[in-house]
């Protein structure tokens, strides 16, 4: 079954650390990558997505992420968080082929204190 | 903001009734898909409209079902409703541009 594993339910972070989240699917095939990110009280945005090319994709607010295939995997990385991090990211894989379903990964609940 | 609205934005319900949920696409976008998130999980698939039509559906039961209008706004209905049924119930649109999904606001859902 196709699924996607968030390696950590909870981070927690001084300002000006780094961050990286671990996001890993299972899907034998072309997928289609994103993170999405859920500050408090407001929608899920898109944060940056990997269709196709190099494998290292630049997002919004300083965020990254790199596609390894052969790990199956899509990390998200930001070298210096700000308080204004704080929110729940998720990681989403598209298996291509089909119709737009969207597999979410559980999230991962990202705190960064003053 | 995505111009991705649902309504309403809370709502409490007893187990056995029927709800509708709404959502209004974003402009020019004609798939609407639906997601359940539960406390503590990511969003799973219900199903998705394109062209007024479902065409393709997640591990959820027949009690679930939806619409698409021709303006491409669309509901969710879930009948005989279950205490498992409590969730954030989104709504995302996509375009023939491209597979990026925009989502609403959600409607909390509650059951009891």
């Known amino acids: 079954a196709q699924s996607v594993s968030q390696h950590n339910h909870h981070v927690i972070l001084s300002e000006a650390a780094s961050l990286e989240l671990g996001c890993n699917y299972s899907y034998g095939g072309t997928v289609n990558l994103f993170w999405y990110v859920q500050y408090p009280g407001q929608h899920l945005q898109l944060l940056l997505k990997y269709f196709s090319g190099d494998p290292l994709v630049k997002g919004i607010k300083g965020f990254e992420a790199e596609f390894i295939k052969s790990k199956f995997s899509f990390n998200l990385r930001k070298p210096s968080v700000q308080w204004s991090d704080t929110a729940e990211y998720f990681c989403a894989v598209l298996p291509l082929g089909g119709y737009n379903k969207l597999i979410f990964g559980a999230g991962t609940r990202l705190a960064v204190h003053p | 903001e995505t111009g991705v609205t649902q309504s309403p934005t809370h709502l409490i319900k007893t187990r056995g009734q029927q709800v509708t949920l709404r959502c209004s696409s974003q402009?020019?976008?004609?798939?609407v898909s639906w997601y359940q998130q539960a406390l503590g999980q990511g969003p799973q698939f219900i199903f998705q409209y394109y062209r007024e039509e479902e065409n393709g559906r997640g591990n959820f039961p027949p009690r679930f079902s939806g619409l698409q209008f021709p303006n491409y706004s669309s509901e969710l209905n879930v009948n005989a409703l279950e205490l498992d049924d409590s969730a954030l119930y989104l709504c995302a649109s996509t375009s023939n541009r491209g597979p990026e999904a925009f989502f609403g606001q959600g409607t909390r859902l509650t059951v009891v």
């Open positions: 402009s020019g976008h004609n798939t």
